[in-house]
């Protein structure tokens, strides 16, 4: 594949912090290139703030037009998000197609969405994003023709007819909806079976999939690259104690997420909330991981799921290069792909869902085996054996404070 030539652009403005700046000014280039282009330059300029009709002043949009000529330059890609006089204004000076932060990201979504509703939900937040930006825009969508900021699933072409627009994005939220019943209908589903879940999230390329992987034996797409993983994947574990626990594999966070990408995926973030216990990955040997886990914390709050008991995984760590602080606790060091850190990572879940749980230590006779199974299936079991001159089992462990069987098990405990 031909990769486009492509120039950064990027302010920074005074209320900036440098370290944050130059975060996401490398980040913007890790997007580019997961999007399949070459960043052949990145222009900075200091300022107090953005250029209300151009993004950058009129001395620096003289050196982009330099730089476009001397290294062939198809497309630029500015660090904010553009508002659509900013992206018309500087389209007109530079005739080179301008896209921002966002749409890049939007771009990168279409090229990984596999699923249908992860199609229909990056078409939804492609539309959204493009209608109020409409004006102008049809000389540019036919200069950028099949390159980044123009793909979508099935390589739609994005018509500039508001009304055909805003029937579209009516006709994808309808078939939207009917995908969200289903899943809320799977969700009630495994409620009732009372499956205890667990959530993998983490920034983009923290190495959530590879973990997941490693887990569950399966192999979801593994890449060095950012959102490698965007449908949302669940299979059913066990854990070391033969606890049974449903594991879900999701979205990468990012800083400056587009809002549209947020509301259009809100159903599959909605996982998350969900879920009664989360791993929160964090790539321990990326230099902005303050920063990194910081959005990942915004963005659970803005889904509520802020209380949910979670354990920060500290990967990578074969990749680092002095000694390690964490700043989250609990918290566990680890390396993905070293299975004695998977196990121990378990272990230290199962370890923090004791303290969370009811203890419980009963006599269960032979004719019940269907409690027993179920006791090895849905708690951790920490002793059993069997009580030759009782002819009962006698079983102890934890088991979660409103599971179905506590009632049960209370009975037990009174009568044993």
């Not at 007109?92 to 992860?118: M, N, Y």
Request: charged share 25%; hydrophobic share 35%.
């Amino acid at each position: 594949m031909v990769k486009q030539n492509i120039l950064a652009l990027a302010v920074h403005q005074t209320a900036d912090d440098d370290a944050s700046f130059e975060s996401s000014l490398d980040e913007l280039i890790s997007l580019c290139e997961t999007a399949g282009g070459d960043v052949r330059n990145i222009v900075t300029q200091n300022r107090h703030t953005v250029h209300a009709a151009h993004y950058i002043g009129k001395g620096k949009i003289e050196d982009v037009q330099a730089l476009i000529k001397e290294n062939e330059i198809e497309l630029i890609v500015a660090n904010d998000e553009l508002t659509p006089s900013q992206s018309r204004n500087l389209n007109d000076e530079l005739a080179v197609p301008i896209i921002d932060r966002s749409q890049l990201i939007l771009d990168i979504f279409a090229q990984r969405a596999k699923t249908k509703e992860g199609q229909l939900q990056v078409e939804l937040a492609q539309l959204q994003y493009m209608l109020p930006r409409l004006r102008g825009q049809g000389a540019l969508m036919s200069r950028l023709g099949a390159g980044i900021g123009t793909r979508g699933p099935g390589e739609t072409k994005l018509e500039t007819d508001q009304r055909h627009i805003r029937r579209k994005i009516h006709d994808i939220k309808r078939r939207l909806n009917s995908i969200v019943k289903q899943r809320e209908q799977y969700r009630k589903r495994r409620k009732t079976k009372d499956m205890f879940q667990i959530a993998i999230v983490g920034y983009t390329n923290a190495g959530k999939s590879t973990l997941f992987n490693r887990i569950t034996s399966s192999h979801t797409l593994e890449e060095d690259q950012l959102f490698a993983t965007l449908d949302p994947l669940t299979r059913e574990i066990r854990m070391p104690s033969g606890f049974r626990t449903l594991l879900t594999d999701t979205v990468g966070f990012i800083q400056d997420l587009p809002t549209t990408l947020i509301a259009a995926f809100r159903s599959t973030l909605e996982e998350v909330s969900e879920a009664d216990f989360i791993l929160h990955v964090v790539n321990s040997a990326d230099p902005d991981l303050e920063q990194q886990q910081k959005t990942v914390q915004a963005l659970l709050e803005d889904l509520n799921a802020q209380h949910i008991p979670t354990l920060t995984v500290y990967n990578k760590k074969d990749l680092l290069t002095e000694p390690f602080i964490p700043s989250y606790h609990p918290n566990i060091l680890m390396s993905a792909y070293a299975p004695d850190d998977v196990k121990r990572m378990l272990e230290k879940v199962e370890h923090m869902l004791k303290d969370e749980w009811s203890m419980y230590h009963v006599s269960i006779p032979p004719q019940e085996g269907h409690v027993f199974n179920r006791l090895k299936l849905d708690s951790i079991i920490r002793s059993q054996y069997f009580d030759e001159e009782k002819q009962t089992y006698v079983v102890s462990g934890y088991i979660r404070n409103n599971h179905p069987l506590n009632g049960l098990l209370k009975e037990k405990s009174t009568n044993d």
